[in-house]
């Protein structure tokens, strides 16, 4: 099975779940699209995070910064 068209993406390393629901109104793109990029997510919610460790939640090319800035409290910061 192919995809129509490969969609460009970023990274982000949550460190708590997220309701798709919600990271699909702040990036303005369709949930259909945000569970494409991130197959592994059958619900409607990001998977549980244990602590100390994060989620790779793949986002559309340019809604990383955003994002980041939105939802700070829920990303992992990572050393430079």
Known sequence: FELKEQLEFEEVKLKRQ?????????????IDDVKRLNPDIKKSITPIVEKGDYYELKLPKG???RFSRKFSSSIMKMPI
């Open 18 to 30: 997220l309701g798709l629901r919600d990271i699909s109104n702040f990036c303005k793109y369709p």
């Open 63 to 65: 809604c990383g910064d």
